[in-house]
């Protein structure tokens, strides 16, 4: 019917920090990521390619990307991060380096992935200072020529700020500058199947561009879901997820999926992949308690 091609993983929003910092007694960030890289590893099929869209530390200091390698090393299949408004190009450049896709100018921290049956590209939104995001002329120029270069091959790309409004004001009024200009240019080349973004600790979808703009939840600590007038923000802790993004091929496509993290429980068999199971029971522990 169709085949497997790839399955790209996406995590965001880890926020590692120091030792004894707030993030580790308020959210336990370290915890939750080294779950998250287990889940990731145990899944199967297994991932193809883990993407980390931004926020990965929460000060953009070297101690802190040294904590984080030492949790992402421990996945079996390749990582491509980039930054968000937490991190620090420079840092976060040092502490990737030896992966070799990363620039090493001193520059934006975008570039492409070719290597795979989706082309990937990771594109800077990064504003040194600011919670916000922004794609300047120079930065759209870049996609654009990337993308004019692949037109026969399906590309995601995948950025830390989402480029649509959420509803949640507090975090729109931090939000992406530039997203009219991105969705001309992504309107111009129909090979890109999506657009991956973090920063919102939430899944949301949007049509953009005329493909579709997603966001991933965050490995620890997520957003509550405030849709109220007041530009208001509090933090839940939910359960952590990733996404997984599965390209099928050219005709039956890209399809997104929430994977839940952590406190699985066991599944109900009711199809064996011959027959309708009638009489299934389900196992211990199914319900929550």
Same mark, same amino acid.
């Given at each position: 019917?169709?085949?497997?091609?790839?399955?790209?993983?996406?995590?965001?929003?880890?926020?590692? $920090?120091?030792?004894? $910092?707030?993030?580790?007694?308020?959210?336990?960030?370290?915890?939750?990521?080294?779950?998250?890289?287990?889940?990731?590893?145990?899944?199967?099929?297994?991932? =193809?390619?883990?993407?980390?869209?931004?926020?990965?530390?929460?000060?953009?200091?070297? &101690?802190?990307?040294? %904590?984080?390698? $030492?949790?992402?090393?421990?996945?079996?299949?390749?990582?491509?991060?980039?930054?968000?408004?937490?991190?620090? @190009?420079?840092?976060?450049?040092?502490?990737?380096?030896?992966?070799?896709?990363?620039? @090493? =100018? #001193?520059? +934006?921290?975008?570039?492409?992935?070719?290597?795979?049956?989706?082309?990937?590209?990771?594109?800077?939104?990064?504003?040194? #200072?600011?919670?916000?995001?922004?794609? !300047?002329?120079?930065?759209?120029?870049?996609? *654009?020529?990337?993308?004019?270069?692949?037109?026969?091959?399906?590309?995601?790309? +995948?950025?830390?700020?989402?480029?649509?409004?959420?509803?949640?004001?507090?975090? *729109?009024?931090?939000?992406?500058?530039?997203?009219?200009?991105?969705? &001309?240019?992504? #309107? %111009?080349?129909?090979?890109?199947?999506?657009?991956? !973004?973090?920063?919102?600790?939430?899944?949301?979808?949007?049509?953009? #561009?005329?493909?579709?703009?997603?966001? !991933?939840?965050?490995?620890?600590?997520?957003?509550?879901?405030?849709?109220?007038?007041?530009?208001?923000?509090?933090?839940?802790?939910?359960?952590?997820? !990733?996404?997984?993004?599965?390209?099928?091929?050219?005709?039956?496509?890209?399809?997104?999926?929430?994977?839940?993290?952590?406190?699985?429980?066991?599944?109900?068999?009711?199809?064996?992949?011959?027959?309708?199971?009638?009489?299934?029971?389900?196992?211990?522990?199914?319900?929550? %308690?």
């Amino acid at each position: 019917m169709y085949d497997l091609a790839m399955l790209i993983a996406q995590i965001t929003d880890l926020h590692i $920090s120091t030792p004894g $910092s707030a993030n580790d007694r308020h959210f336990r960030t370290p915890e939750h990521l080294a779950r998250a890289v287990a889940h990731l590893n145990g899944l199967a099929p297994r991932p =193809d390619v883990v993407l980390a869209t931004g926020d990965l530390v929460e000060r953009g200091e070297p &101690e802190e990307y040294a %904590r984080l390698r $030492s949790i992402l090393d421990g996945l079996t299949m390749p990582l491509y991060v980039i930054p968000g408004n937490h991190d620090a @190009r420079g840092p976060l450049a040092s502490a990737f380096g030896d992966r070799g896709y990363l620039p @090493r =100018d #001193g520059g +934006f921290l975008h570039y492409t992935v070719e290597d795979w049956p989706v082309r990937l590209i990771g594109l800077d939104t990064h504003v040194p #200072g600011a919670p916000g995001g922004r794609l !300047c002329a120079e930065r759209l120029a870049w996609l *654009d020529a990337r993308l004019g270069e692949g037109t026969e091959r399906p590309t995601v790309v +995948f950025m830390h700020h989402p480029p649509f409004e959420t509803g949640m004001r507090a975090m *729109d009024a931090m939000g992406l500058e530039g997203k009219a200009e991105l969705a &001309e240019v992504i #309107g %111009r080349h129909p090979q890109v199947e999506a657009v991956l !973004c973090g920063h919102v600790h939430r899944p949301m979808t949007r049509r953009f #561009g005329g493909t579709v703009a997603t966001t !991933c939840p965050a490995t620890a600590h997520q957003l509550a879901l405030d849709l109220a007038p007041a530009p208001r923000l509090a933090v839940v802790m939910e359960p952590p997820a !990733c996404m997984l993004h599965l390209w099928l091929g050219a005709e039956a496509g890209l399809v997104s999926h929430v994977s839940v993290i952590g406190g699985e429980r066991p599944p109900l068999t009711i199809h064996d992949g011959q027959r309708w199971l009638r009489d299934a029971v389900p196992p211990p522990a199914f319900h929550p %308690r």
